[in-house]
């Protein structure tokens, strides 16, 4: 079986930061794309940025610039650095992740649990 575990989520002022983490663990042979999500009360669960195994990176309009995200392939894990947060980035925020869990099986996206990411003053 394969895991998500994210951390880092919390309650932070417009203008801070945060950072949040993501590591998968179990039957694992390879892992392809790894990406981060959100979703806010009465809203779909949208993209907000993504990364190649190879390091190539894309986001979402409304954070670049101010979200990066990273991957540490030798930990499994994938992070998304959070600058200048705003009101509307208000969600609860899922890791995504495309495993290969044993050699010439079928890639598979699994999901974290959620953390909840508050901007508030």
């Known amino acids: 079986q394969v895991q998500l575990v994210e951390s880092g989520g919390g309650l932070v002022q417009p203008g801070g930061s945060l950072r949040l983490s993501c590591a998968a663990s179990?039957?694992?042979?390879?892992?392809?794309?790894m990406g981060w999500y959100r979703q806010a009360p009465g809203k779909q669960r949208a993209m907000v940025a993504g990364i190649t195994s190879g390091g190539s990176t894309n986001y979402a309009d409304s954070v670049k610039g101010r979200f990066t995200i990273s991957r540490d392939n030798a930990k499994n894990t994938v992070y998304l650095q959070m600058n200048s947060l705003k009101p509307e980035d208000t969600a609860v925020y899922y890791c995504?992740?495309?495993?290969?869990?044993?050699?010439?099986?079928?890639?598979?996206?699994?999901w974290g649990q959620g953390t909840q990411v508050t901007v508030s003053s």
């Open positions: 995504s992740a495309v495993i290969r869990a044993e050699r010439g099986t079928i890639p598979v996206q699994y």
């Open positions: 179990g039957s694992i042979f390879s892992i392809n794309a």
